[in-house]
């Protein structure tokens, strides 16, 4: 197993912090879904909630990615997770005193959304520079496991803290782990970049250099188009679960926690899966990745015509598996090609396009889910992208 990066003490605190930021990540992705669902029943709703939380990566992420290549990487990590941290306490506090609508769900969730649009270049940035550049792959690759074992155990236990103890208790649950990983952040010393903020050319300028990049490299292009197609119908799915869980199946919040975190063990197998491949150095898109791609593709209209629960339950987990390991090659695949002082810009337009698609495509297919039935919804975009895919591998092999 590709285990390098682990030789850091850096990068194994982080690794170690981090644990508990996304376990309070997944909690909070899981209850908000939940609470859009719980208020409205409405298939639409769940998924403008999701484009919200996501759309300031759509609109700020490139704008981030130049500001983390000009700051002090682990102090604006302290600052984002502060704010994460302080809008679950106003998310609870809403709850609590009972003023927690669709409206002010809404615009929480697009507050945590700027918030986590400006950490994700932040964490594309910051956890490569604290190993040496050779390891750069290692480090994608266990923060994809740390990643995606969160996605298994924080949806897990979000669902049953809102069944016993109620959305109340797993909000400020969700606050409480924020901490430590702030207090991991105090201790790394992350590598130095090649320039220094003083010498940073004028913002537009740096944005534009990122973007020259990105457009130059026929591999980062194709590996950004490929994320962008299977984001958009794949984790477009997973971002509305709700409305599998008790929309089809009346399984309520558990329901809901058993399919986030079935996706989840799919997507960490996935992860550990990436460590024990051979290393990838040739200047191409891995196979593996576009297999991946068009079988979660093929997977979606399996889910929405689905109607036996223990078989959504192992397609839905297939399908983590599969934009899992589609989403950690494409990165790596482009992480490899970057110097430190590109990485926050290239990654940042990475993540939009990849973050952009599922938030459009969770927007849209929960609005054809109300149109024409979660079935009709699924399978016509789970074939057109499949088609549209299929065409692309075929002329790239």
């Excluded at 197993?1 to 690794?15: E, G, P, Q, T, V």
């Excluded at 069944?163 to 969700?174: N, R």
């Excluded at 809901?256 to 997507?267: K, N, S």
Aim: charge should be positive; proline fraction near 4%.
């Amino acid at each position: 197993m590709n285990l390098a990066a682990l030789k850091s003490r850096d990068f194994r605190i982080y690794l170690i912090g981090n644990v508990f930021a996304l376990n309070a990540l997944w909690m909070q992705r899981l209850t908000v879904g939940w609470l859009a669902w719980d208020m409205t029943t409405s298939a639409s709703f769940v998924g403008l909630v999701a484009f919200v939380n996501f759309s300031p990566t759509m609109f700020a992420g490139p704008f981030f990615g130049v500001l983390v290549d000009r700051v002090r990487t682990r102090h604006a990590a302290m600052v984002t997770q502060s704010a994460l941290c302080f809008w679950a306490l106003v998310l609870f506090a809403s709850h609590s005193l009972g003023l927690l609508g669709p409206f002010v769900l809404v615009v929480i969730s697009g507050l945590l959304g700027i918030a986590m649009a400006a950490h994700h270049p932040i964490r594309m940035s910051l956890a490569p520079r604290l190993v040496e550049e050779d390891d750069v792959a290692s480090v994608v690759s266990l923060a994809a496991i740390n990643f995606n074992l969160a996605r298994l155990t924080g949806p897990a236990l979000g669902g049953w803290v809102i069944a016993t103890g109620g959305v109340g208790v797993s909000l400020v649950t969700q606050a409480a782990f924020y901490l430590p990983f702030i207090f991991a952040l105090t201790l790394l010393r992350p590598r130095r970049r090649n320039r220094s903020s003083a010498a940073a050319s004028p913002f537009l300028k740096d944005l534009a250099i990122g973007i020259k990049h990105v457009m130059q490299s026929a591999l980062i292009r194709r590996a950004i188009l490929v994320t962008g197609v299977a984001a958009f119908v794949s984790r477009g799915v997973l971002e509305i679960l709700p409305v599998i869980a008790d929309g089809v199946f009346v399984r309520g919040a558990t329901g809901l926690g058993m399919l986030t975190a079935v996706a989840g063990l799919g997507a960490l197998a996935a992860g550990l899966a990436t460590t024990v491949m051979p290393r990838h150095t040739k200047r191409r898109l891995p196979r593996a990745a576009l297999l991946s791609a068009l079988a979660g593709l093929g997977l979606v209209p399996l889910i929405g015509y689905s109607e036996v629960w223990p078989l959504t339950l192992t397609l839905v987990a297939c399908l983590g598996f599969a934009a899992t390991m589609t989403g950690i090659l494409m990165q790596t695949t482009i992480q490899i090609e970057l110097a430190d002082e590109l990485r926050g810009r290239v990654m940042s337009l990475w993540i939009l396009v990849s973050i952009g698609s599922t938030a459009t495509g969770a927007m849209i297919l929960g609005g054809l889910a109300d149109l024409v039935g979660l079935s009709a919804g699924l399978g016509l975009s789970g074939g057109l992208g499949f088609m549209i895919l299929a065409v692309f591998v075929r002329r790239v092999w």
